[in-house]
């Protein structure tokens, strides 16, 4: 095989597993847009914070030390434990819970039915005000995160592959990990919107809020379980995240890689954010790979942008999306 | 009592289309701008000007600019901090191509250009709608950042890819460069933006703005009724991306003096002038006003009062600066979703009435 | 200019005049935002170092040293909002620790009239002091520490790299490109080849980039990130195997939280700095004893001898000597900032003095003149051992090749007096 081709291969399948990355974050957007209409700016943040909240719970972190430390003179900032993963990540869930009924009892069950615009501009400011409560609860220093998530090239794969091409691919262990967890949650999602009493509950009020309504499924419930979901879905996006590049104020960046994923998916649909992303991952790495050296590199940014516009010339409502009816 | 139509006859029709019908409104209008144009420049000092008015007039004609487009014409766009940069790059180009020329008309020629990028990327709203649309126009953001950053032609083959503005006089007074007086500074960046809304205001006012608001609000039937959509989204980006062009030049030019462009144009600047149109207002002039200031001066003014007044450690003040403005920001939604510029009108109309409300 | 030095002069009397006279020093810090991380233990360091003096010493010289903090986010339009809020106060010298409000305050500083320090950061060309009146870069630049890594790969290859790979792995804006230049003239004296792979801010997604240089199996990779670029690439390179004594970073990307996300992956990486690590040195003992224990610290106390914390400090005490310097020359206590100037460019700290403040060795000795705003353009190559996760200094400090950078400085800086219609001073 020529040298190239294999390369490309290698690229190939890294770019899948990106583009795996990509969907996490993609699919808390599109859970929330697709039962409240919501677009919800501040997934990013809320991937950052529930990341934070991890560490936090994990190391033991005093909560708003710094605050109480200028406000009252005190020097204190660590309880002196360390909480388990598995029971932390369970701790930020309540969390992440508790953060779900606030956001619904203090912001949108104020704003029900208004347009499209002015809920996303409620979530930016709600990502406003996280961010600053992040900081201010755990610190804006860079904290790292290991919950005991496997990193670094795959030695079977490697091997293998030098077998069969003279050449090793590398994979890297985590987003194998990331694969797994990603096809669990995806899944799972899928089953909890289809067989459960609350997921039919949940796609009743997607489609038709005042219909739903007039059967008795609780709004206000519907739309605090849907934050719930976003709020773990982001869990695990910041968990992933947070392993690769420790948890920092970036964190909240990675939204801007879901963008053309979800646009391409279409907003609406779990399987397009999975199939949107690995095609973005895919098209971005090929691109670089192939056409980057020649014009510069650090083409991926914009590429995907522009491969997503170059999808929805084609189907306007993405890949996956709900066909827009327009009626006058 | 003060603030009425009565006794406020027109006679011609002229009178009774101008802008602003009630008298009052209009003197206070006037009052205002006397008060810019007459005594602003004469107390301000290199603070005021350089934290608060320069970025206030610079990101309101930005955020009449992207009114225009998301307000008016309903497309939402997420492009604003490239089409910023395509302003910025074009006018650095020409003032330093053609030194002789007066930097004022470089600065509408840059506007001039960005027009013509934003119709190129205005395209694809024909067919693509709402937040896709939006997503779709960062597209435009991401590429253009790329390209002023990978090209040097663009920066003139500087060593770091910075571009910093030389001096150029207006009258014999330098505005850009080291040695401009604050006043100077203030009085370009008043003069366009003055400019930019009376012009913003007349277009919103006429057929070209009542095009874009039929499509705005539903383009099927604006079709239907003879509006031409292709003309009508494209001229809206035109216009738009006009202003925003003019915005990005000063910003550069006078305000900034050097910029690079990931940093001075990066996507949180496209998405900093989208949150002053919301939260201003959508479709409305006086919103972009209310919206720039709000964001310019709600951090400046928290931060003084946090750490000038309080004394608080810097990194907590800013983190709290973050919360109030979510905090306040989703305050205003809740008490009034259609931004600053609907409780400005729902307090004209108490006003009309006042003192006698029934 | 001159009426307004007068009017500066006449601002900082009387804004001083009421209260106690005092030095001002301010610290244009970021302990928010994406580079917290990076801003937060020097904005400490500063700040500790000037406490120290008033708690120890009483001042520099009997005056009181201030350190007002304006908090900028590494953003350039808050950063000249810091500027404009801060300089009517007396101000004496900036450090704006960024190198895109530097470009934003170079006119202005010099319009105003107030020294700029961006010590291994800002505009390079600045080490040129017959253009650039009132900044100053010294001990070291961005070419400078591209001279300094490829002296160190010249030395890790017995003196040879002709026929060498080096791939540069940098941030996609102007602090990233800068050691383009530099490199590319430095791979014709040497013979390497070099290979530039840009990543785009912020650059959280390295995948490609590290694949490329899988393939391609290059000797050396030299790395200019800053942010979070500098815990994902640390990684990468660990995920990849690649030899990390052969993964030399600029001083930007060497610091305790680029490494410690990368646990022991990031084992034997380098990079290049112009400070000492660490707080075996004398000075810690005071700042332990005067300013943590005392309840001072401007932090929690624990980024103590960290790498931006002890950078921190040594702009402190290079600003702290130079206002001292100042006041030797001028027989007054109350400096102003054009003294200060002055006191900057006659600034000479020698391997004595530094041991005489407690910092022996602390950082490369620093001679300033009129015409050398660049100082010795020296670092060390330090290395990262992750099971005592602490830097350890693996060379002396290492000159540049100031054949070919001083070249090029002439070159930009002629470049840009040309722009600015500047006359070359220091005749």
């Not at chain 2, 840059?110 to 649309?133: N, Q």
């Not at chain 3, 060309?125 to 001279?147: Q, R, T």
Request: proline share 4%.
């Amino acid at each position: 095989m020529p040298e190239q081709l294999v390369y490309a291969m290698e690229v190939f399948l890294n770019g899948l597993m990106a583009g795996v990355l990509y969907a996490l974050v993609a699919l808390g957007f599109v859970l929330i847009y697709k039962a409240s209409g919501i677009f919800n700016y501040a997934q990013g943040v809320m991937a950052l914070f529930a990341a934070l909240t991890l560490v936090g719970i994990m190391e033991g972190q005093v909560p708003f030390a710094h605050l109480i430390n200028a406000a009252f003179g005190t020097d204190i900032h660590h309880f002196g434990w360390h909480v388990p993963a598995l029971l932390a990540i369970l701790l930020t869930m309540v969390v992440m819970i508790g953060l779900a009924w606030l956001v619904n009892y203090f912001v949108f069950r104020h704003l029900v039915s208004q347009e499209p615009i002015i809920l996303f501009m409620a979530t930016i400011g709600l990502a406003y005000f996280l961010e600053g409560v992040g900081d201010i609860m755990w610190g804006a220093d860079i904290k790292k995160l290991d919950v005991g998530l496997p990193q670094g090239i795959n030695e079977a794969i490697d091997e293998f592959t030098f077998g069969v091409f003279d050449y090793g691919f590398f994979i890297d262990n985590l987003d194998i990990v990331a694969t797994v967890i990603a096809a669990l949650l995806v899944a799972s999602l899928i089953i909890f919107a289809q067989y459960t009493k609350q997921g039919r509950a949940m796609r009743a009020v997607a489609d038709d809020h005042q219909a739903a309504l007039s059967v008795g499924i609780s709004l206000n419930y519907i739309w605090v379980m849907v934050w719930s979901l976003a709020g773990f879905v982001a869990l695990v996006a910041g968990i992933v995240w947070g392993t690769k590049s420790g948890v920092q104020f970036s964190l909240s960046l990675i939204a801007l890689k879901a963008l053309p994923v979800l646009m391409l998916g279409g907003f609406t649909s779990i399987p397009g954010a999975i199939v949107g992303g690995l095609i973005i991952g895919v098209g971005e790495k090929l691109f670089e790979f192939s056409i980057g050296p020649l014009i510069g590199g650090a083409t991926e940014n914009w590429f995907a942008y522009v491969l997503a516009l170059l999808f929805l010339v084609f189907r306007p409502q993405g890949l996956f999306g709900e066909k827009i009816i327009e009626r006058v | 009592m003060f603030y009425r139509e009565a006794g406020d006859f027109k006679t011609s029709y002229a009178e009774d289309s101008q802008t602003f019908p009630i008298k009052f409104d209009r003197y206070r209008y006037y009052v205002v701008l006397l008060i810019a144009f007459a005594v602003v420049p004469f107390i301000i000092n290199d603070y005021w000007v350089n934290a608060v008015f320069l970025p206030f007039l610079i990101y309101a004609i930005a955020a009449i600019g992207l009114n225009i487009l998301t307000g008016y014409c309903g497309q939402v766009s997420l492009g604003t901090g490239g089409f910023m940069a395509v302003g910025a790059y074009a006018c650095y180009k020409l003032m330093t191509s053609f030194p002789e020329v007066s930097i004022l008309i470089h600065v509408i020629l840059a506007g001039g250009i960005t027009a013509a990028v934003g119709v190129v990327f205005g395209l694809p709203s024909l067919r693509i709608k709402g937040f896709y649309l939006a997503v779709a126009t960062l597209a435009a953001q991401f590429f253009l950042v790329w390209i002023f950053n990978r090209v040097p032609w663009f920066y003139n083959y500087s060593a770091s890819g910075q571009i910093s503005a030389p001096e150029r006089t207006v009258l014999g007074v330098s505005v850009t460069g080291a040695e401009t007086a604050p006043w100077a500074a203030y009085m370009v960046c008043l003069v366009f933006l003055t400019l930019s809304a009376i012009l913003a205001r007349n277009l919103t006012r006429g057929m070209a703005g009542r095009k874009w608001m039929a499509i705005r609000d539903m383009d099927i039937a604006a079709e239907i009724i003879g509006v031409d959509p292709l003309k009508a989204k494209l001229s809206a980006f035109a216009v738009s991306s006009f202003f925003i062009g003019i915005a990005g030049a000063l910003f550069f030019a006078v305000y900034l003096g050097a910029v690079e462009v990931g940093e001075a144009f990066g996507i949180t600047k496209s998405f900093l002038v989208l949150f002053m149109v919301i939260i201003g207002g959508l479709g409305s002039i006086f919103g972009s006003f209310a919206g720039a200031a709000f964001l310019v001066l709600l951090p400046v003014l928290l931060k003084n009062l946090l750490v000038g007044g309080l004394g608080w450690p810097t990194d907590l003040a800013a983190h709290l600066e973050f919360v109030i403005v979510g905090a306040l920001i989703i305050a205003f939604l809740v008490a009034e979703p259609h931004g600053l510029a609907q409780l400005w009108r729902v307090a004209k109309e108490k006003l009309r009435l006042w003192p006698f409300p029934h | 200019m001159k009426l307004k030095l007068v009017t500066l002069v006449l601002g900082a009397v009387m804004a001083g005049a009421p209260a106690m006279a005092e030095l001002v020093f301010p610290s244009l810090s970021y302990r928010t935002g994406p580079f917290a991380a990076g801003g937060t233990p020097f904005a400490d360091g500063y700040a500790d170092y000037f406490t120290l003096l008033n708690e120890r010493d009483g001042g520099i010289g009997g005056e009181m040293t201030r350190v007002p903090e304006c908090e900028t986010a590494y953003n350039t339009e808050k950063g000249v909002e810091c500027y404009e809020a801060t300089k009517g106060d007396g101000a004496l010298i900036y450090q704006p620790l960024s190198t895109g409000i530097t470009y934003q305050l170079i006119p202005k500083v010099t319009a105003d009239g107030i020294p700029m320090h961006t010590m291994g950061y800002g505009r390079t060309s600045a080490a040129n002091g017959k253009i650039f009146e009132w900044v100053f870069n010294y001990p070291g630049n961005y070419w400078d520490s591209a001279s300094i890594m490829v002296k160190h790969a010249l030395d890790m290859e017995g003196g040879d790299l002709s026929g060498k790979n080096i791939v540069l792995l940098y941030h996609n804006s102007a602090y990233g490109k800068e050691p383009i230049r530099t490199l590319e003239e430095l791979s014709k004296k040497h013979g390497y080849g070099l290979t530039l792979i840009p990543v785009d801010s912020p650059g959280q997604e390295q995948k490609s980039q590290w694949l490329q240089i899988r393939r391609e199996k290059p000797d050396y990779v030299f790395f200019w990130g800053w942010g979070v670029m500098n815990q994902v690439a640390i990684q990468e390179a660990g995920n990849i195997r690649f030899p990390m004594d052969h993964f030399i970073g600029v001083w930007w990307s060497g610091s305790e939280p680029d490494v410690l996300p990368a646990g022991d992956a990031a084992d034997g990486y380098k990079s290049t700095n112009f400070t000492g690590t660490g707080t075996d040195y004398p000075i810690f003992d005071d700042i332990q004893k005067y300013v943590v224990d005392a309840g001072k610290a401007a932090g929690d106390g624990s980024s103590l001898g960290q790498v931006q914390y002890n950078r921190g400090m040594y702009a402190a005490m290079l600003a702290a000597e130079a206002a001292l310097k100042a006041q030797e020359m001028y027989g007054v206590t109350e400096i102003n900032a054009a003294q200060m100037r002055d006191g900057m460019e006659a600034l000479d700290v020698t391997a004595a003095r530094m041991a005489e403040l407690g910092m022996p060795g602390f950082g490369p000795e620093v001679h300033v003149s009129c015409e050398n705003h660049g100082g010795p353009g020296q670092g060390l190559i330090q290395q990262w051992n992750a099971t005592d996760k602490k830097w350890v200094a693996i060379t002396d400090y290492i000159e540049s090749d100031r054949d070919v950078i001083d070249a090029l400085i002439v070159e930009d800086s002629a470049a840009y007096a040309k722009e600015n219609n500047i006359e070359e001073r220091c005749k």
